[in-house]
């Protein structure tokens, strides 16, 4: 291996000038209870993050960290390079934080079933945050042998996928494979995301050629079970790269105001025609966007996911401008400052 087949480029290079005392660059490959596995295309080694690395982020899966290993010492991560894309959500509770996933992906796939998986709606959030991340999402459909009528299923989410392309699975039979691995070409970096259950560890040991992700046998319901518990980077047999996550039992949107234009063009295309600079697209003369609603040329229940997320877009910018007021009054509040050095 070499840090090019792992996905190494010249904005990499270009990005690492400069930080060369600090260390050789690795990619992050694992992680597990705090600790990153890395590999500079020769070997693997643990390392973690002594302080604060260069670089305003942590290490994620995918991202590119420069390394050093003193003798007899364990591997210190001195900084992050910046990323070229990052798939991130809102972190879990009531603080307006952002959790980045992973870093440096290509292609994104979401993959869904044509079981009673399928959400056309949980699919159209998950393309907001793949067009916002900087990468291409693709839209897999696995479980064609179960359905009674997967092509209906593929049109559900077509109505939904704008520019994203949908294919069809079956990784019992092998139907779709090949689109599959027409995306994992030597050097590229590929996100599977998903709920639990859809079949990604399956896809990762199909496209391994071996058992490496753990599968759990199917309920009387044809469902699968939660296996996957960390990420990890796996380099294909054909050049590839595959990052597997664990299944997503929500995604809070972080802030993705492009993400949101990308996953409804159609939308975003008729807002961009509105009178009003901020409109909100409910109600007030002159909106394209609702003309075209009222004249049958926008679905209505598209309409009103679009509405719910654009409504979730704004209620974290508003929480988010409140955090950082409070964080500026506790800057400047004497009392603060004091119970701070104290």
Same mark, same amino acid.
Request: charged share 25%.
């Given at each position: 291996? %070499?840090?090019?087949?792992?996905?190494?480029?010249?904005?990499?290079?270009?990005?690492?000038?400069?930080?060369? %005392?600090?260390?050789?660059?690795?990619?992050?490959?694992?992680?597990?209870?705090?600790?990153?596995?890395?590999?500079?295309?020769?070997?693997?080694?643990?390392?973690?993050?002594?302080?604060?690395?260069?670089?305003?982020?942590?290490?994620?899966?995918?991202?590119?960290?420069?390394?050093?290993?003193?003798?007899?010492?364990?591997?210190?991560?001195?900084?992050?390079?910046?990323?070229? %894309?990052?798939?991130?959500?809102?972190?879990?509770?009531?603080?307006?934080?952002?959790?980045?996933?992973?870093?440096?992906?290509?292609?994104?796939?979401?993959?869904?079933?044509?079981?009673?998986? @399928?959400?056309?709606?949980?699919?159209?959030?998950?393309?907001?945050?793949?067009?916002?991340?900087?990468?291409?999402?693709?839209? @897999?459909?696995?479980?064609?042998?179960?359905?009674?009528?997967?092509?209906?299923?593929?049109?559900?989410?077509?109505?939904?996928?704008?520019?994203?392309?949908?294919?069809?699975?079956?990784?019992?039979?092998?139907?779709?494979?090949?689109?599959?691995?027409?995306?994992?070409?030597?050097?590229?970096?590929?996100?599977?995301?998903?709920?639990?259950?859809?079949?990604?560890?399956?896809?990762?040991?199909?496209? @391994?050629?071996?058992?490496?992700?753990?599968?759990?046998?199917?309920?009387?319901?044809?469902?699968?079970?939660?296996?996957?518990?960390?990420?990890?980077?796996?380099?294909?047999?054909?050049?590839?790269?595959?990052?597997?996550?664990?299944?997503?039992?929500? @995604?809070?949107?972080?802030?993705?105001?492009?993400?949101?234009?990308?996953?409804?063009?159609?939308?975003?295309?008729?807002?961009?025609?509105?009178?009003?600079?901020?409109?909100?697209?409910?109600?007030?003369?002159?909106?394209?966007?609702?003309?075209?609603?009222?004249?049958?040329?926008?679905?209505?229940?598209?309409?009103?996911?679009?509405?719910?997320?654009?409504?979730?877009?704004?209620?974290?910018?508003?929480?988010?401008?409140?955090?950082?007021?409070?964080?500026?009054?506790?800057?400047?509040?004497?009392?603060?400052?004091?119970?701070?050095?104290?």
């Amino acid at each position: 291996m %070499s840090l090019e087949a792992l996905g190494w480029s010249l904005h990499f290079e270009n990005v690492y000038a400069g930080r060369e %005392s600090l260390g050789a660059p690795h990619r992050v490959v694992a992680q597990q209870r705090g600790q990153n596995r890395i590999s500079d295309g020769e070997r693997e080694r643990w390392a973690h993050v002594r302080g604060r690395p260069m670089g305003a982020e942590a290490p994620v899966i995918g991202d590119w960290v420069v390394a050093a290993f003193p003798d007899g010492e364990p591997g210190v991560i001195e900084a992050v390079l910046p990323r070229r %894309s990052a798939f991130s959500r809102r972190a879990a509770g009531d603080r307006p934080d952002e959790q980045v996933i992973a870093a440096n992906i290509d292609v994104l796939f979401l993959m869904s079933a044509c079981d009673g998986d @399928l959400n056309p709606s949980r699919m159209e959030r998950y393309l907001v945050a793949a067009w916002q991340s900087g990468a291409r999402p693709v839209v @897999l459909l696995n479980k064609a042998d179960l359905a009674s009528d997967p092509e209906a299923a593929v049109v559900r989410l077509r109505d939904v996928a704008g520019d994203a392309p949908v294919h069809l699975l079956s990784l019992q039979s092998g139907q779709g494979l090949d689109a599959v691995r027409s995306y994992l070409t030597e050097g590229a970096t590929v996100g599977l995301l998903g709920s639990s259950g859809v079949g990604k560890s399956t896809l990762v040991n199909v496209l @391994l050629g071996e058992e490496r992700q753990r599968t759990a046998v199917l309920t009387s319901e044809n469902r699968g079970r939660h296996t996957t518990t960390h990420r990890e980077l796996f380099q294909l047999p054909g050049g590839g790269l595959l990052i597997d996550t664990p299944g997503m039992r929500e @995604l809070q949107l972080w802030d993705s105001p492009r993400g949101l234009d990308a996953a409804f063009p159609d939308i975003a295309q008729l807002a961009a025609s509105c009178q009003y600079r901020d409109c909100a697209h409910l109600q007030d003369e002159g909106c394209e966007v609702v003309a075209a609603l009222e004249a049958g040329e926008i679905d209505r229940a598209r309409y009103e996911r679009y509405q719910k997320l654009r409504r979730e877009q704004t209620e974290l910018g508003l929480q988010r401008e409140g955090l950082v007021r409070i964080r500026q009054r506790q800057k400047t509040n004497p009392a603060h400052r004091k119970r701070r050095r104290g």
